[in-house]
């Protein structure tokens, strides 16, 4: 089992950069797929950006590619995102999970959820 606690998020200007950080605890962070999902009010839960165990494989969102970076660190047990180029319509609760299957992008696929962390982006 796995516990997530995400950090990083705030309050931005349109084009400004926020990382966020995901931290693991248990001892088998190396062995979860990793991914980033989000949502804003109103709205279904969507995928960001999924990263396999080792970092090698990355996927994103098309709305996100090119200005988000899924990473991790597995000596760190973290999880990043680095969001660079950010809009008014990435204002969302941005969570990160944890698969023990595959790196999805589908919500079911994965099987441990963070509480959430909000970042907005004005205009």
């Known amino acids: 089992q796995v516990q997530l606690v995400e950090s990083g998020g705030g309050l931005v200007q349109a084009g400004g950069s926020l ?4 931290a693991a605890s248990g ?8 991914g980033w999902f989000r949502q804003a009010p109103g709205k279904e839960r969507e995928f960001v950006a999924a ?6 494989r990355t996927t994103y969102a ?3 590619k090119g200005r988000f970076t ?5 000596a760190k ?3 990043y995102l680095q969001m660079n180029s950010l809009k008014p319509e ?3 609760v941005y969570y990160c999970a944890a698969s023990a299957h595959a790196m999805g992008v589908i919500a079911p696929s994965y099987d441990y959820w963070g509480q959430g ?7």
């Open 19 to 22: 990382r966020l950080s995901c």
């Open 27 to 34: 001892r088998t962070f190396s062995s979860y797929a990793m």
């Open 51 to 56: 990263i396999n165990w080792s970092g090698i």
């Open 62 to 64: 098309d709305s996100v």
């Open 70 to 74: 899924i990473s991790r660190d597995n």
């Open 77 to 79: 047990k973290t999880l």
């Open 90 to 92: 990435d204002t969302a």
């Open 117 to 123: 962390t909000q970042v907005t982006v004005s205009s």
